[in-house]
């Protein structure tokens, strides 16, 4: 390129006095040229000053961690952005943990198209996994900031509420999706109720018992449960039908009354030291 | 910083860099485009914070997204891309000015030599170009000059993009009239 910007254009594109197509043309000349590109590099301290300041709040973002996909949806359902990091650290929310739940319920679901004995797997396994989400939201196994959040002045029942809420709408959201896609009616709805189920008894241990465990417990209980019916040649409906679903309704108000009714008592939830 | 460093290598290579997470190649890439970036987007929004805030959220977008540079083009060109879209969204966020660098001082001391030298690089288009009227050369600078497209050029101008579209036509009818 012969044209060059000159000394006297550049400082006078500096201070903001090159109007029209002039400018326009060192603009445009110097995206090529990296000669002219070293003429518009400050000499004065302020400037030099300003462009150092911005570059530290450039480092410090860099270094800064990422928000993740999960933080900034929540973020956009307005949840204030620390609830959102702490909602958003529970380790049932990571994404790989999404793929997972994703692909055992889309799996199964699948595969129930082909031979309806995978309703039924369906049907057993979709309320575990409710519990197994709720039970690795918070906890010292699982949780990464686990540390960080006993340390940090939040009331740890709060947390976990919030958390189960948060996990609870991803998880049974993602379920209720796969369930739609089986045949069998009462299959597509049976999973609910029981899952409401383990999981308030789920909370309800927690109060007594380290979460983690009250999750494992719980569902070694409703393995052991399920098991003894599938011997016995079982559908859906004579393992999840009526009784089985008043006697979940029933469970889960009686330990949602026991949680939070008037007479809760505001016992935190325990922790392993 | 400032000082003419010494780092050999070229600016895509420090973006290759970048993936890899030098550090020390986005210090150097800031050095030799943050100082342009800063002039060239005090010249679209006079609230110095506002550019201050829109260089430093470039250099952090170049960091996260080297990877996305596909190593064509000028690097310089990747940047401005980057920052006049930053740009774009926070004057929306806080509507402003969008100076359009065409309006306001027109040159009306040239010296004769400029004159011809201007003559000589680019025909009668620089005269031309200043005589389009303020709203024109705003939507010229807009899509032509800063590369936006016609719907971040609307958010920017605060105009509907069927208004962009109109307007550019225009501009383009007088320009080609007085050039021809």
């Not at chain 1, 919030?162 to 959201?173: I, K, N, W, Y």
């Not at chain 1, 983690?212 to 003894?228: I, K, R, W």
Request: net charge neutral.
């Amino acid at each position: 390129m012969s044209w060059h910007v000159s000394p006297e254009m550049a400082t006078s594109y500096r201070v903001g006095e090159l109007a029209g197509a002039r400018a326009a043309s060192v603009e445009a000349h110097v995206m090529a040229c990296e000669l002219c590109r070293t003429l518009l590099r400050p000499s004065d301290t302020v400037a030099l000053e300003r462009l150092a300041m911005i570059w530290d709040g450039v480092e410090d973002q860099v270094d800064q961690p990422r928000i993740t996909f999960i933080e900034r949806l929540l973020i956009f359902c307005r949840v204030p952005a620390d609830e959102a990091r702490l909602l958003a650290s529970a380790p049932s929310l990571q994404l790989s943990w999404l793929v997972a739940l994703l692909s055992v319920v889309g799996g199964t679901s699948l595969l129930s198209q082909q031979a309806d004995r995978f309703t039924l797997v369906f049907v057993v396994l979709a309320p575990m996994l409710q519990v197994v989400s709720v039970a690795a939201a918070y906890g010292p196994h699982l949780d990464p900031t686990y540390e960080l959040t006993r340390s940090t002045p939040y009331p740890t029942t709060r947390l976990l509420m919030l958390r189960t809420v948060a996990v609870l709408a991803v998880s049974l959201l993602l379920t209720a999706a796969a369930a739609l896609t089986l045949t069998d009616e009462w299959a597509a709805v049976a999973w609910l109720l029981p899952s409401l189920a383990l999981v308030s008894v789920t909370l309800l241990l927690a109060k007594w018992i380290d979460l983690n465990l009250a999750g494992s417990v719980v569902c070694v209980a409703y393995l052991f449960a399920v098991t003894s019916a599938l011997f016995n040649d079982a559908t859906v409906r004579s393992i999840f039908g009526g009784p089985v679903q008043l006697a979940a309704i029933a469970v889960t108000l009686v330990c949602g009354l026991v949680l939070f009714g008037p007479n809760a008592e505001r016992a935190q939830i325990r922790r392993r030291s | 910083m400032g000082t003419v460093s010494a780092d050999p290598r070229s600016d895509s290579a420090l973006v290759d860099a970048l993936v890899e997470g030098d550090r020390q190649a986005l210090a150097e890439l800031y050095g030799r485009h943050a100082p342009w970036l800063l002039l060239r987007l005090t010249r679209r929004c006079a609230d110095a914070g506002i550019v201050d805030e829109v260089v430093q959220d470039t250099f952090v977008a170049v960091w996260r997204s080297a990877k996305k540079y596909n190593g064509q083009g000028e690097v310089a060109a990747w940047i401005w891309g980057i920052g006049i879209r930053r740009m774009v969204d926070a004057l929306r966020r806080r509507p402003r000015e969008y100076i359009s660098t065409t309006v306001g001082h027109p040159d009306v001391a040239l010296s004769a030599e400029e004159q011809v030298l201007l003559g000589v690089e680019y025909g009668d288009l620089a005269g031309a170009l200043d005589r389009l009227s303020p709203e024109l050369r705003a939507v010229v600078q807009a899509t032509v000059l800063d590369g936006l497209t016609t719907g971040e050029a609307a958010k920017l101008l605060g105009i509907p993009q069927g208004t962009v579209k109109s307007r550019m036509k225009r501009a383009r009818g007088q320009l080609r009239e007085e050039l021809a």
